[in-house]
């Protein structure tokens, strides 16, 4: 099996907001569309409120679904009431850090220095679930899915799922 070759992977959905709701929210609207459009396979979009225990319960609820990829959007800036973070940091087993530090570079030419307060990252959970977390904004998901996650997403299926 090659790398380079396309598997459609299962993927989940959560936006962490305080400000939107699942209607208004339109950059889990366009992770949703996008990861579809390109084969992928969406197992649920899912909404919550920027608290820990609403994040860590929505988040069990859809590694329970057993998703190759969960993506979050919202809830990783410096903000007081920006948990997001905090919350789930916690349950990364294997860092991935070139996705936050890539991430931060893309931005950078985008907004400028004001990148270095975005704490996206990426990893896999204890269960095996490559989890990343990503920004609010529409634009900020658009950079990190189509820069980063839809060109690797075939590699790391590939990885996490060879016999050795």
């Avoid at 208004?24 to 197992?43: F, I, K, W």
């Avoid at 919350?87 to 991935?96: D, H, S, Y």
């Avoid at 959970?125 to 189509?146: D, H, R």
Wanted: hydrophobic share 40%.
């Amino acid at each position: 099996m090659e790398v380079t070759d396309f598997h459609a992977v299962s993927c989940a959905i959560l936006t962490i907001s305080d400000t939107r709701s699942l209607e208004t929210d339109e950059s889990g609207r366009y992770l949703a569309a996008t990861l579809t459009e390109n084969q992928h396979h969406l197992v649920e979009r899912a909404f919550c409120r920027d608290e820990p225990e609403a994040i860590n319960r929505q988040i069990d609820r859809l590694i329970a679904m057993k998703p190759f990829c969960l993506m979050t959007t919202g809830g990783t800036g410096l903000a007081k009431r920006d948990v997001t973070y905090e919350t789930l940091r916690q349950r990364i087993r294997q860092e991935i850090p070139g996705f936050g530090e890539l991430f931060r570079m893309l931005s950078y030419k985008e907004v400028g220095s004001r990148a270095m307060v975005s704490r996206a990252f990426a990893g896999f959970t204890e269960e095996g679930i490559l989890l990343f977390v990503l920004p609010g904004s529409k634009n900020a998901c658009q950079t990190a899915l189509e820069n980063l996650i839809l060109p690797e997403l075939p590699h790391l299926f590939v990885e996490r799922t060879k016999k050795n």
